[in-house]
């Protein structure tokens, strides 16, 4: 699975340890949502930086009071049919001010991207090789947007009242 | 009409570059179809009995007369030469080819047309009333909150993977024809007490598996902040709609298995978080959009013309003006239905021709503009009341003057197992069979309003619980049964028909149909008692009897 950061593909820099698996000394790690919440303490006092895997089944809610101390969250796709990842992610993004990575996970195709960088992500754990090269040229396929999200970009509403407003000053 | 501008059209262009795209990968076995099905059907694509079937959007059911024509072209280019028109105030094609269809699309994109979240797990087809904007005693023209809410589900980036597919409907009259209590979400646009503009919010309506009539969630939002409660109610759905079994997925039975008390607490809990933010609507953005519907310059035309005087001695004539021709707000025009319910045929049919022709006839007489019902009929908007006489000679001579708009032969019917690979049973046939049995207008007149309504299965395409009679197919040791209810309704007092009892064979129905309206002509306490009324008033049983007396 490549990982797609910054728009290219990168390496992982984070080590994946299973539940019950012992922690590396040092180095990045990403843990389950589980294991954060059991003992955060130790977790974060370690060297490295620490990511969390969230299953899209959990109000984000329990995860907030950790977020300033995680350097990346990993949101999970169990299929492509299953977007509650994407209110996840936006929740994450808008509401609580999370900017640190947030990754997706899981059943991430090509014909989401779009859609996943409008929501907040910013990494992707990409299934195909194929997808992930195409990632640049895919993301780009759009360039209106009818709704605002954290993005940043102007939706189309607003952008009709920019464009009215620019013409009638240029006149 | 509704104009669309540069980033409208911009959108739909690159929307049919990405489905080509997406075509291409699929037919070089780039995309398994498994990931492939969940990207046709967000193109309005599905895989039927016989080939691809082809949904196409007809946002709140208003059309021009250009885009008319480029819909008849489509039939006729890529499909047999006809078209099908829904309960969904869209327009399905049944036999297209994958290979065509970005083709078809991108002509379609020209004139503003598309086919985006017609179907899939997403918001579908913004639906409203046939009426909107020319009905009297309206509020305000719905369409426009209907175009705003169009925009801002189309390509959501947080709902294209709802755990179903999600309907909303608007109405803006005090007679609902949007059937806004059998949607997920239906809005009813009214003004409170201070003479600001609104809407009454319901949710969880729908019919299929499991039929539910929408419950008031809240009897006052404000235009302004439509979006940020819709978004709301979609969030708390799409975080807690069930993804285990897609019987339950749908948002009546969160609904109903939270109850909606709890359900509205999680909705206000969450639009409390985003009040202020950047949902609500400034008032120039809902002028802006407002301001991209145009109205026909009306003409100061005499409320009772020469035309219509003369033309009164016709007693043909007269029939289907009573039939087909209903109240405008604006003096001297009327609002005409064009029945797409011919006796034999099938049921919401057009073909390209006479999609053409009515294109034409639209451009002539109607400011160029058509509106496509639920009841999967068309109709002229804007009918200048002189035209009248010479608008029905042509739309006699097209077939589409049939006078029986609302009457026991304007069937719903869903397309059943002559197309539907979901089918259990035939629908098509049943209603031409019972649009024989009517022929008569003068008994069709004497029974008087009467909605059947016929699903091929419980998934319910054809509205047939909420039928005046409503007719499902199922399915019985590998024959064709049918399920009769009796007392449903969609509108305003919208309800679910009552079962009558044991389902009948298919060479049966037409006969039990009968045998209903007899009982109900033989029951009723006068001549101007609605089907729907008497059934109220007595119950299903003497309709009962009467049916299974004999059997
Ligand atoms: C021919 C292919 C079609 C297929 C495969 C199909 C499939 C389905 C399915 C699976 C449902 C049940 C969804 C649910 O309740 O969760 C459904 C419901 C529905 N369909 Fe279709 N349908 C087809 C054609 C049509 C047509 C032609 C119409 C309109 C005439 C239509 C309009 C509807 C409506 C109004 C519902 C109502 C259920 C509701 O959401 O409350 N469908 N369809
Ligand atoms: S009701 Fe059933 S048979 Fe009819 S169109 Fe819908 S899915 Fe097909």
């Known amino acids: 699975m490549p990982l797609v950061k910054n728009a290219r593909i990168a390496t992982d820099l984070f080590v994946h340890v299973a539940d019950g698996a012992e922690l590396p000394g040092d180095g990045d790690v990403l843990v389950s949502a589980q294991r954060l919440l059991d003992d955060p303490e130790t977790l974060l006092k370690r060297p490295g930086k620490v990511g969390v895997v969230w299953p899209n089944n959990r109000a984000v809610d329990d995860l907030v009071p950790h977020l300033n101390r995680l350097a990346a969250v990993a949101l999970v796709f169990p299929s492509f049919r299953d977007g509650r990842a994407y209110s996840q992610a936006r929740l994450l993004r808008e509401r609580h001010g999370y900017d640190g990575e947030l990754r997706a996970t899981g059943q991430v195709l090509r014909d989401q991207f779009v859609f996943m960088v409008r929501a907040g992500f910013d990494a992707f754990d990409v299934k195909k090789d194929a997808d992930a090269d195409a990632f640049a040229e895919t993301v780009k396929r759009y360039s209106v947007f009818y709704q605002p999200t954290g993005d940043g970009r102007v939706a189309a509403f607003n952008r009709r009242m920019q464009l009215r407003h620019s013409e009638s000053a240029g006149q | ?551």
């Open chain 2, 1 to 551: 009409m509704y104009a669309y501008d540069e980033l409208d059209r911009t959108l739909i262009n690159e929307r049919v570059s990405e489905f080509r795209d997406q075509v291409k990968r699929r037919l070089s076995g780039e995309l398994t179809e498994d990931e492939f099905k969940m990207l046709r059907l967000q193109n309005g694509v599905y895989l039927q009995l016989h080939a691809y079937m082809f949904r196409v959007a007809i946002p709140y059911g208003t059309l021009s007369s250009k885009q008319l024509r480029r819909l008849a072209h489509v039939g006729r280019r890529y499909d047999r030469g006809y078209g099908h028109f829904t309960t969904r105030q869209n327009i399905q094609f049944n036999w297209i080819k994958l290979s065509d269809l970005p083709d078809a699309l991108a002509d379609l994109a020209d004139v503003g047309i598309h086919a985006m979240q017609t179907s899939g797990n997403n918001m579908r087809n913004v639906t409203s009333d046939q009426w909107a904007g020319v009905a009297p005693g309206e509020v305000e023209d719905p369409r426009i909150w209907s175009e705003i809410l169009r925009q801002h589900t189309t390509l959501h980036p947080e709902f294209s993977f709802l755990p179903r597919k999600f309907k909303i409907a608007i109405t803006a009259s005090e007679h609902d024809r949007a059937a806004i209590k059998v949607h997920d979400i239906g809005l009813r646009l009214h003004k409170n007490a201070d003479g600001e503009t609104g809407f009454e919010v319901l949710v969880g309506g729908g019919l299929g598996r499991t039929p539910f009539i929408g419950k008031t969630i809240k009897p006052f939002v404000l235009g302004r902040d439509i979006l940020s409660y819709v978004e709301a109610i979609l969030r708390v759905y799409n975080q807690y709609g069930r993804r285990d079994n897609i019987y339950k997925a749908r948002i009546k039975i969160l609904v109903h298995e939270l109850g909606i008390e709890k359900f509205s607490r999680e909705v206000d809990e969450e639009w409390k978080q985003m009040d202020g933010g950047g949902l609500t609507l400034d008032h120039s953005v809902v002028e802006e959009v407002r301001s991209r519907f145009s109205y026909p310059p009306y003409e100061k035309l005499p409320h009772m013309p020469d035309e219509l005087k003369q033309a009164a001695a016709d007693p043909l004539f007269e029939r289907w003006r009573k039939n087909s021709v209903a109240p405008h707000k604006v003096q001297g025009y009327s609002i005409v239905t064009l029945s797409l319910k011919p006796v034999g045929g099938p049921p919401g049919d057009a073909t390209a021709d006479q999609m053409d022709a009515v294109a034409d006839l639209a451009d002539k007489y109607s400011f160029g503009e058509i509106r496509v019902g639920h009841e999967q009929n068309l109709a002229l908007p804007h009918v200048a009341k002189r035209d009248l006489p010479k608008l029905w000679r042509a739309l006699d001579r097209l077939g589409l003057a049939t006078p029986n708009v609302n009457l026991v032969t304007d069937i719903i019917a869903c397309p059943g197992l002559d197309y539907c690979s979901l089918a259990n049973a035939r629908s098509i046939p049943i209603a031409q069979e019972l649009t024989r049995r009517f022929a008569n207008h003068d008994t069709a007149e004497m029974i008087g309003r009467l909605h059947i309504n016929i699903s091929g299965c419980i998934n319910a395409c054809g509205h047939h619980h909420v039928g005046h009679i409503g007719i499902l197919g199922v399915e019985k040791n590998g024959e064709e049964f049918y399920q009769i209810t009796i007392g449903g309704r969609a509108d305003e007092h919208a309800q679910m028909g009552e079962l009558i009892g044991p389902a009948v064979p298919y060479a049966e129905v037409a006969d039990v149909i009968e045998d209903i309206v007899e009982a109900y002509l033989a029951l009723r306490d006068r001549p101007g008692e609605l089907f729907v009324d008497t059934v109220k008033r007595l119950g299903v049983e003497p309709f009962k009897e009467r049916v299974y007396a004999t059997r």
